[in-house]
Nanobody, 110 residues
Framework: HVQLVESGGDSVHSGGSLRLSCKHSGFSFEDSDIGWSRQAPGNVCELVAVMSGDGSTEYTESVKGRFTISRDNAKNTLYLQMNSLKTDDTAVYFC?????WGQGTQVTVS
């Protein structure tokens, strides 16, 4: 049974930082591509960062240099470190594989 549970969303001021966590069960990081997507009100869902099973990463242009995706295999947890946050980063952030999605966590930057 695959489960993805995000946490860490909060309200912060511009320039601040947050770290999102996604604890998963039911699969192995090494066997899956997994990433963070976000959706702001009225916008389409946007893939923000992705980590392949081999650990390679990719980011959407708007977060390069500010966001870092990482994982802790022992804790079955995926992270998204977000620095230098902007108001445009306000969205619900989802942890997802190709097949499964978490429930999302709200990030608000003002």
């Amino acid at each position: 049974h695959v489960q993805l549970v995000e946490s860490g969303g909060d309200s912060v001021h511009s320039g601040g930082s947050l770290r999102l966590s996604c604890k998963h069960s039911g699969f192995s990081f090494e066997d899956s591509d997994i990433g963070w997507s976000r959706q702001a009100p009225g916008n389409v869902c946007e893939l923000v960062a992705v980590m392949s099973g081999d650990g390679s990463t990719e980011y959407t242009e708007s977060v390069k240099g500010r966001f870092t995706i990482s994982r802790d295999n022992a804790k079955n947890t995926l992270y998204l470190q977000m620095n230098s946050l902007k108001t445009d980063d306000t969205a619900v952030y989802f942890c997802a594989t190709l097949t499964y999605w978490g429930q999302g966590t709200q990030v608000t930057v003002s």
